[in-house]
């Protein structure tokens, strides 16, 4: 079991950089990959990012892509998304999700049904 818990979300401006974390509790955060994605409403859920569990290897949906940055210490059980140059289209609940690390996560990382543990979420508002 693997329980996460988002922070770091609130509102900003067009332009603004914010930190989001997500903070694991349970056994052997190491062995988990961890993937964000965010909703907005009236929208399915999106990916935004992923990180292996050995933390190396990195993925990114490609309205993110050369903005956002994804990294874990796993010595702190701690996974981190950093936006910048946000958008208002960037406003969402952004969740983070871990699934235990097998060469059959990397072929699904992008899809929210691969994951088995989720957290509360966090809001982030962008305004133009």
């Known amino acids: 079991q693997v329980q996460l818990v988002e922070s770091g979300g609130g509102p900003v401006q067009a332009g603004d950089s914010l930190r989001l974390s997500c903070a694991a509790s349970g056994h052997t955060f190491e062995s988990y990959a961890i993937g964000w994605f965010r909703q907005a409403p009236g929208k399915e859920r999106e990916f935004v990012a992923a990180i292996s569990w050995v933390g190396i290897s990195t993925w990114f949906g490609d309205s993110v892509k050369g903005r956002f940055a994804i990294s874990r210490d796993n010595a702190k059980s701690t996974t981190f998304l950093q936006m910048n140059r946000l958008k208002p289209e960037d406003t969402a609940v952004y969740y983070c999700?871990?699934?235990?690390?097998?060469?059959?996560?990397?072929?699904?990382?992008?899809?929210?049904?691969?994951?088995?543990?989720w957290g509360q979420g966090t809001q982030v508002t962008v305004s133009s």
């Open positions: 999700a871990a699934e235990l690390g097998t060469n059959g996560w990397y072929a699904r990382l992008r899809f929210p049904k691969t994951y088995s543990y």
